[in-house]
Structure formats: structure tokens, C-alpha cells
């Protein structure tokens, strides 16, 4: 795993860089923001995360250590690649990241190229609770509704391929269930637990 690397730049990109580091050229992908300030010649530190596919290895970096956390957290939302991560860090910081996801807003994440509806509400369910929000955000969340995480269970589901019809009542039965304080995540999978045998039963599985 190559987890970071300092050289010079050989050549920029709107959105990659060449490193020479020791006499090797890395191509890097890069955010938009990071590219403008890069300039022939530089000696740059980089974080960096390796993705490995059958067919390609591709470096992406970054200059701070908390945006390689969020590009990883990213990754984990069903439906968002590589690209789509990058293109998420072009469009917002990581504050205004973890600011929708706390506010549960997803309009921030919809205005990105290449992330649809469904995706992007699958981020701000799917990242709830795992990113630090800024301080400002934090003190003026409010505890989200019953009818709030409802919309956002179901909004979910349906997501991921259930009808509406099957995503409300099975959402309306976790949250009759839920403890006191459940979140989002939490009730997700408490549906994704139900459907499962569901799916079976109807199938013949």
C-alpha cells in the first residue's frame, strides 16, 4: 500500500499531477483545488490511497490526512467510486461534507457531477455518525423526527432496490421496535434484517 509520497512535480493536470520521487514518476489523481495550487517544479507531500482493480492501479492524493479519511468514507456508500469520491472532495470541503451529513441534507452532494438522487441520499444515510461535524453544526442540529427518520429509512430502501410500498411498511415496523435515540443507520439495517427473510419467502429461495 502506498500511503504517501514527497517529490517534485513533473507535470499538472485539472486533475492529476506526475510526482517524481527518486528518480519515478507517479501519476496521482487530485482534486481540482489541489491541482491549482501546484506548480512545476514544487516539492509536495502527498497522502495517498491506492485502489487496485483487475485491470488498473490508481493513486489518489491528497494534502491533508482528513480528506483521505472522508475519500474512504466515501467509498464505503454504496455506489460511489473512486471518481465520484474525488469529485465529491472537488465540489465541497470537508466541513461542508460533514455539515450535510449532519444536517441530513443531501441537495450538497446532488449538485456533484456523476452522484444521482438515490446516491447521493445513501451518502448522508450512510455516513451518519461516522464524520466529525463542525462545532457550528453540531450545536445547532436538532434531534431528527420520528417522520424524519422514517423518510430517510424509506428513502433508502427504495434506494437500494425495494418498492415503495414494501420500504414504508417495513420501515413503519422497525421504527414501532426501535429503542429510544435509534438512528438512521441503525434502523436501516434493522429493515435490511427483516427484508432479507421477506425476500426469501416471496422468491422461494
Given at each position: ?165 414494501v420500504a414504508v411498511e417495513a420501515t413503519a415496523t422497525v421504527l414501532d421496535a426501535a429503542p429510544t435515540g435509534a438512528t438512521v443507520p441503525s434502523l436501516l439495517k ?16
Amino acid at each position: 500500500m502506498i500511503s504517501s509520497l514527497r517529490g517534485r512535480v513533473l507535470h499538472v493536470e485539472p486533475d492529476s499531477v506526475v510526482l517524481d520521487v527518486n528518480g519515478v514518476g507517479y501519476a496521482v489523481a487530485v482534486t481540482a483545488q489541489l491541482a491549482r495550487e501546484l506548480h512545476l517544479g514544487d516539492e509536495r507531500s502527498l497522502h495517498t490511497a491506492l485502489i487496485v482493480r483487475e485491470d488498473s492501479m490508481s493513486l489518489f492524493g491528497f494534502a491533508e490526512r482528513a480528506d483521505l479519511d472522508v475519500f474512504g468514507q466515501l467509498l464505503s456508500v454504496s455506489g460511489v467510486g473512486p471518481k465520484s469520491a474525488l469529485g465529491v472532495l472537488s465540489s465541497l470541503t470537508v466541513d461542508q461534507i460533514a455539515r450535510a451529513v449532519a444536517d441530513e441534507d443531501d441537495a450538497p452532494f446532488r449538485r456533484v457531477s456523476g452522484i444521482g438522487p438515490k446516491t447521493a441520499k445513501l451518502i448522508v444515510v450512510q455516513l451518519a455518525g461516522k464524520l466529525h461535524a463542525p462545532a457550528a453544526a453540531v450545536a445547532g442540529a436538532s434531534t431528527p423526527t420520528a417522520s424524519g427518520l422514517a423518510d430517510q429509512v424509506t428513502a433508502a430502501l427504495i434506494a437500494l432496490g425495494w418498492s415503495e410500498r414494501v420500504a414504508v411498511e417495513a420501515t413503519a415496523t422497525v421504527l414501532d421496535a426501535a429503542p429510544t435515540g435509534a438512528t438512521v443507520p441503525s434502523l436501516l439495517k434493522l429493515a435490511l434484517a427483516q427484508l432479507g427473510p421477506a425476500r426469501k419467502e416471496r422468491t422461494g429461495v
